[in-house]
């Protein structure tokens, strides 16, 4: 929670680069990290499935019929989008974090009819940025195994896959 509510308070240093670089053609998706574990799908109070898109919202948490952010959002929606808090333990918040798999289920859930469609673009440069303070737990993908599927994913284009961590301390 802590490095969350920093995050917060200095969000203006880390979008306005891409905000005001009028060349950025972007789509902002954001998803959270998962749990695997019986606990968290007996508990899981989460409208979201592994790897959905969350909805754009704003800062009273009304949500838009919209799965991702693009130039043509408001800039006030980012922030808010952005900040999807933290779910304690107690109400079936993580006990294992997996961010690897929401990732390899947010790149099969692009086609048509899915709940992220048309954020992929095939021509697209793709950037994931994971923010976390845990390691992904699971051991079942290796962040070798990631970066190969991502370019697989761009059709073996390594220049077109970008990878950065917010990485602090647990």
Request: net charge negative; proline share 3%.
């Amino acid at each position: 929670k802590s490095a969350q509510d920093n995050l917060k308070r200095n969000f203006d240093k880390f979008t306005n680069g891409i905000l005001q670089n009028k060349m950025i053609d972007y789509h902002i998706g954001v998803i959270s990290s998962w749990d695997s574990s019986e606990r968290a799908h007996n508990m899981a109070q989460n409208i979201y499935g592994i790897g959905d898109l969350r909805h754009v919202k704003d800062s009273s948490g009304k949500i838009f019929n919209q799965r991702f952010i693009t130039r043509n959002t408001p800039q006030s929606l980012i922030a808010s989008t952005i900040d999807i808090g933290v779910t304690p333990y107690e109400k079936g918040g993580p006990e294992i974090e997996e961010f690897f798999s929401p990732l390899l289920s947010c790149l099969e859930k692009n086609g048509h009819g899915s709940v992220n469609e048309n954020f992929f673009r095939e021509n697209a440069q793709l950037v994931v940025i994971i923010m976390t303070d845990a390691d992904d737990s699971t051991n079942r993908i290796s962040p070798e195994q990631m970066a190969r599927t991502l370019i697989d994913f761009k059709k073996g284009q390594a220049d077109k896959v970008s990878i950065y961590g917010v990485l602090v301390n647990a």
